[in-house]
């Protein structure tokens, strides 16, 4: 597609269920990254991917959190036994990769924990 | 400390007028990015414009215009000829470290400034 994609655009789960966000990046784009906006704040990083392996995954607030990328191109943020304070939305991102330094964002993924 | 620092919550324009939105940030990394970003109500975030630590000119994209001002630590954008459409929130960010470095992808946001365009 033309921009990043990404999928449920809304996701209302409850207290200790598991859910995957899905985040389909700009057709070429090697580089992805994901990150969290709670109610009125800045975004928070949480993991970036060059290609299939991750750099960096300082941004995850804990193990219940994980995320995978496979074929270079879609990946899945999977948060474990969800809490309330989960509740966010997560952006999926991506860009040409390194040196490159445009990186474009998708709408979200609305979560709320109830 | 923190390392993007927006001060104003919220800006108010007047259509067609310019109007410049403040960010200051801390680093001492002597390579590093920095970012602006505009948020609608829809959630995106669409990028605006990217000025680099060793660029020697301000960075410009249409009415966007990036006032760098290294000595100062601040990367101030500048909205010409503001538009309705322009009402969003805007983010500044920051990536320390080179471009190709590990931490590449890795952005530091500020907390925002909404900006409001009257007709």
């Known amino acids: 597609g033309a921009g990043v994609s990404q999928s449920p655009s809304n996701k209302v789960t409850e207290k200790g269920k598991d859910v995957e966000l899905r985040c389909d990046p700009i057709?070429?784009?090697?580089?992805l990254y994901w990150y969290r906006q709670s109610l009125g704040q800045g975004l928070e990083f949480l993991i970036y991917?060059?290609?299939?392996?991750?750099?960096?995954k300082s941004g995850l607030p804990s193990d219940r959190f994980s995320a995978e990328r496979t074929g270079g191109s879609v990946s899945t943020l999977t948060i474990q036994r969800t809490q309330q304070e989960d509740s966010a939305v997560y952006l999926c991102?991506?860009?040409?990769?390194?040196?490159?330094?445009?990186?474009?964002f998708g709408e979200g993924s609305w979560l709320t924990v109830v | 400390a923190q390392k993007i620092t927006q001060t104003q919550p919220g800006m108010f324009v007047q259509e067609k007028e310019a109007v410049t939105l403040d960010c200051t940030y801390d680093?001492?990394?002597?390579?590093?990015?920095l970012f602006w970003y505009k948020q609608p109500s829809s959630g995106e975030m669409i990028f605006l414009i990217y000025?680099?630590?060793?660029?020697?000119q301000n960075a410009t994209e249409g009415r966007y215009s990036l006032n760098f001002q290294k000595a100062r630590k601040s990367a101030n954008l500048v909205i010409s000829a503001s538009q309705l459409g322009d009402s969003a929130m805007y983010f500044c960010?920051?990536?320390?470290?080179?471009?190709?470095?590990?931490?590449?992808?890795?952005?530091?946001f500020g907390q925002g400034t909404i900006l409001t365009v009257h007709p």
């Open positions: 960010a920051m990536r320390e470290g080179p471009a190709g470095g590990t931490s590449y992808g890795k952005l530091t």
């Open positions: 680093t001492s990394d002597p390579s590093y990015g």
């Open positions: 991917f060059q290609g299939n392996s991750a750099p960096d």
């Open positions: 991102a991506s860009s040409l990769g390194r040196g490159k330094n445009t990186i474009y």
């Open positions: 000025q680099g630590s060793y660029d020697q």
């Open positions: 057709s070429g784009h090697t580089a």
